[in-house]
């Protein structure tokens, strides 16, 4: 499931995005714009930050804006910032793989098979940028 995290930080991509023209925008602004606690938003906008997907400016002026062109970012890679793995269980991930401690054999595992399949198919659709998100 999609952590209400992770939603909120694509809520904010996708408003900055939105508004990339008119400069910097507050996090107060995005906080009451999109619904988002002011608190819970300021933690989203500083994990963005230290990945890069986000800038910020300080002043009166001041606010955040998108660090990079938003068809760059995807929507697996703010999934992967916010929450982690997005394969439903480790020994599927391709980024977090870790082994399962019960399984004696994943070439055989049927839970594994379904769950790889489940990840192979989930992915291209979360691959899609910020700009193809905002077109659906």
Same mark, same amino acid.
């Given at each position: 499931m999609l952590s209400k995290k992770a939603k909120y930080a694509l809520k904010t991509i996708l408003y900055l995005q939105d508004k990339q023209l008119e400069g910097p925008i507050a996090a107060r602004t995005i906080s009451e714009a999109e619904k988002i606690?002011?608190?819970f938003l300021e933690n989203i906008l500083r994990e963005l930050k230290s990945h890069q997907i986000v800038k910020s400016l300080r002043g009166a002026e001041g606010g955040y804006l $998108?660090? #990079?062109d938003p068809a760059q970012i995807t929507v697996a890679q703010l999934m992967r910032i916010i929450d982690g793995p997005i394969a439903l269980i480790p020994c599927v991930s391709e980024?977090?793989?870790e082994s399962c401690g019960e399984c004696s054999d994943e070439e055989t595992?049927?839970?594994r098979k379904l769950f790889a399949q489940l990840r192979s198919q989930m992915l291209p659709i979360l691959d899609c940028s910020i700009v193809d $998100?905002? #077109?659906l």
């Open positions: 606690p002011y608190k $998108l660090a #990079k980024k977090f793989y595992c049927s839970i $998100l905002s #077109k």
